[in-house]
C-alpha cells in the first residue's frame, strides 16, 4: 500500500471521531448572524457575522437568576442559554441551561443527541438519572443534594425529579452550541403525522386504546 493510500486510510478511520462533536473553532470567534437572508447554502451552525461588528451584547445574557415558575403538566421550566440567545456561541461547542422544578416536578426522560450535560444543583435535592444502551438497558441514578454534580453522557435517555415539597433549582452546561433536545414521550406519542397506533401498541405490547388515549394528550 502506497503512502497516499495508506493517509487515506487512516483519516478515513479518524474521520468519525473529528466529527463526533460541535467542531472546532478556526478563529477568535463566528458570532452567529441569526438574521441572515438571501444565503442558499446550509450549514452546520450559522453564518458568522463581520468580527469587526461584535459587541459585548453578542457574548451576553441576562436574567438566568431569575426564578421560572413552573406552569407545566411535568412541573419544570428550562431557561436555555444557548447560540440562540447568545449568538457568541457559535462554532464554541458549549451552552447551559436552568431549570426550575416545582415540588415533585420532573424534567421527564429526554435525550441530547448532540450534547454530554453537567448539572449542579442550586437549590432543593432532585433524583437524577440516565439508563445506557440496549441490550443492558441498566438506571444509573442517585439522589443529589444542594451543590451537588452529575454528568448525563451525550445521547443517552436521562431525567431530574424533585423528591422535596419545596421548589428546586439546577443549573447544566452542555457540550454543545446547539444540544438539541428530544423529550421520549412528546417524540413517541406527539409526532406530527402520528406514529401508527398499530405500531406503539405492539411496541409497548398494550391495547392500542390504551395508545390512542396517550396519543390525544399530545
Known amino acids: 500500500m502506497g503512502s497516499s493510500s495508506l493517509l487515506l486510510v487512516l483519516l478515513a478511520l479518524a474521520s468519525p471521531l473529528i466529527f463526533a462533536s460541535d467542531p472546532s473553532p478556526l478563529q477568535d470567534f463566528c458570532i452567529a448572524d441569526l438574521n441572515s437572508?438571501?444565503?442558499s447554502i446550509l450549514l452546520n451552525g450559522f453564518v458568522c457575522k463581520d468580527p469587526k461588528l461584535a459587541m459585548a451584547n453578542d457574548f451576553f445574557f441576562t436574567g438566568l437568576d431569575k426564578v421560572r415558575t413552573p406552569s407545566n403538566?411535568?412541573?419544570?421550566?428550562v431557561t436555555a442559554v444557548s447560540v440562540n440567545q447568545v449568538p457568541g456561541l457559535n462554532t464554541l461547542g458549549i451552552s447551559m441551561v436552568r431549570i426550575d422544578y416545582a415540588p415533585y416536578g420532573q424534567n421527564p426522560p429526554h435525550t441530547h443527541p448532540r450534547a454530554t450535560e453537567i448539572l449542579t444543583?442550586?437549590?432543593?435535592?432532585?433524583?437524577?438519572g440516565f439508563v445506557t444502551s440496549n441490550p443492558?438497558?441498566?438506571?444509573?441514578s442517585k439522589v443529589l443534594q444542594k451543590g451537588d454534580v452529575f454528568v448525563f453522557p451525550v445521547g443517552l435517555v436521562h431525567f431530574q425529579f424533585n423528591v422535596g415539597n419545596t421548589n428546586?433549582?439546577?443549573i447544566a452546561?452542555?457540550?454543545?452550541?446547539?444540544?438539541g433536545v428530544i423529550t421520549i414521550v412528546n417524540a413517541v406519542f406527539g409526532s406530527k403525522p402520528k406514529i401508527p397506533a398499530d405500531i406503539l401498541a405492539r411496541a409497548f405490547q398494550v391495547d392500542k386504546k390504551i395508545v390512542d388515549l396517550i396519543q390525544v394528550k399530545f
Open 136 to 140: 443492558e438497558n441498566r438506571l444509573i
Open 173 to 179: 452546561a452542555l457540550s454543545s452550541q446547539n444540544p
Open 73 to 77: 403538566a411535568v412541573g419544570s421550566t
Open 37 to 39: 437572508t438571501g444565503i
Open 168 to 170: 428546586a433549582v439546577a
Open 121 to 128: 444543583v442550586l437549590e432543593g435535592s432532585l433524583l437524577v
